[in-house]
């Protein structure tokens, strides 16, 4: 089946230090790739995505490539700001041959930045 | 914003009870989908419906069902409730796509935190 497996949380970090959040998948078929982020009692964001091998997407100074050697959609920040406390979801959906494009979450990693 | 709305944004009910879940997608979007987030399951598709047409089926229990209407907003039906029952449901919309095609992308509503006593 498909999986997505996300680094163990939660992630404390100060501000402007780099962020790294580990994102692994296993797929039945050929995925596009997700990054969600979920903010205090709010619903899910699309934060970033990538449909091919090699795509990276960017979004708020936040990337992410896909890399299907290694399948892995590792996400990346250079500075993180207190804004950026949420939780994290990578999450992968399959091109079938149908109309079906449910997506798969990873467990979600937390990250607290501090002042 | 998603554009995306759901109703109520909260519920509290009593185990064995029945309630609706209310979902309006995003103008021209053809494609709704549930999803529940609880603590211990994490964030799990339910199911998928295109333009009032049950496309994927998740781990959605027998005691649940869904539909979507003409005018493409959907309900999600929770009955004989338990305890275990109480989550978070996301209702997310995406335009669609047709057989084949690349997946497009889903954008999520607030959601509605049940709570089961």
């Known amino acids: 089946g498909n999986s997505v497996t996300q680094m163990e949380g939660p992630v404390t970090l100060s501000e402007e230090a780099f962020l790294t959040i580990n994102c692994t998948y296993t797929?039945?078929?050929?995925?596009?790739l997700f990054w969600y982020v979920q903010y205090p009692g709010e619903g899910l964001q699309l934060l970033l995505k990538?449909?091919?091998?090699?795509d990276k997407g960017s979004n708020k100074g936040f990337e992410a490539t896909y890399r299907k050697e290694t399948t892995s959609f590792h996400l990346e920040k250079g500075s993180v700001q207190v804004s950026d406390s949420a939780v994290y979801f990578c999450?992968?959906?399959?091109?079938?041959?149908?109309?079906?494009?449910?997506?798969?979450f990873g467990s979600g990693t937390q990250l607290t930045v501090l002042p | 914003d998603s554009g995306v709305t759901q109703t109520p944004k909260h519920l509290i009910t009593a185990t064995g009870q029945r309630v609706t879940l209310r979902c309006s997608p995003r103008?021209?979007?053809?494609?709704v989908y549930w999803y529940q987030q609880s603590l211990d399951q994490g964030l799990q598709f339910l199911i998928q419906?295109?333009?009032?047409?049950?496309?994927a089926k998740g781990n959605i229990l027998e005691r649940f069902s869904a539909q979507q209407f003409p005018d493409l907003h959907s309900e999600l039906n929770l009955s004989s409730l338990e305890l275990g029952d109480s989550a978070l449901y996301f209702c997310?919309?995406?335009?669609?796509?047709?057989?084949?095609?690349?997946?497009?992308?889903?954008?999520f509503g607030p959601g509605t935190r049940l709570t089961v006593l």
């Open positions: 997310a919309s995406s335009v669609g796509v047709k057989r084949g095609a690349l997946t497009d992308t889903q954008y």
């Open positions: 797929a039945t078929g050929y995925p596009s």
């Open positions: 990538a449909t091919k091998a090699d």
């Open positions: 999450a992968l959906t399959l091109i079938s041959s149908g109309s079906a494009r449910q997506l798969t």
């Open positions: 103008s021209g979007d053809l494609s």
């Open positions: 419906y295109y333009n009032g047409e049950e496309r």
